[in-house]
């Protein structure tokens, strides 16, 4: 499991590729589902789930033709009604229905940049 921190601008397209790299070699990520969510600490529940289902997450081929890079897509303002720290996991799961969570913590969520 991996810890995550940092910040999301909630007016402004968050993009990111996460490369996924076991051992030196290229992890094969394409038979699974993920999940990534934002809770308010004091919530149990999701406040924001982006999925492989939704089309907010998806996974992409790396130039060597490798199904390893899981890439977030947000458009500009989907966010903008959560302001604040966040609790971030971002979980799999397999075709055997094993869930696994990959990466756990606190994110903030900022309306960055303030004005464009």
């Excluded at 406040?47 to 907010?56: C, H, I, P, Y």
């Excluded at 997450?57 to 302001?83: C, F, T």
């Excluded at 609790?87 to 696994?100: I, Y």
């Amino acid at each position: 499991m991996f810890e995550v921190s940092g910040t999301v601008p909630t007016n402004a397209t968050w993009n990111e590729d996460i490369y996924f790299t076991q051992d030196g070699a290229p992890f094969d990520i394409s038979e699974m589902d993920w999940k990534l969510t934002l809770r308010n600490p004091d919530n149990a529940s999701a406040d924001v789930t982006l999925s492989t289902d939704a089309g907010t997450l998806s996974i992409e081929v790396d130039g060597d033709g490798h199904d390893r890079i899981l890439r977030i897509r947000v458009p500009a303002g989907a966010l903008n009604s959560y302001q604040g720290d966040y609790v971030m996991d971002l979980a799999s799961k397999d075709p055997a229905d094993k869930v696994m969570l990959w990466a756990h913590g606190v994110v903030s969520l900022r309306p960055n940049p303030v004005v464009f």
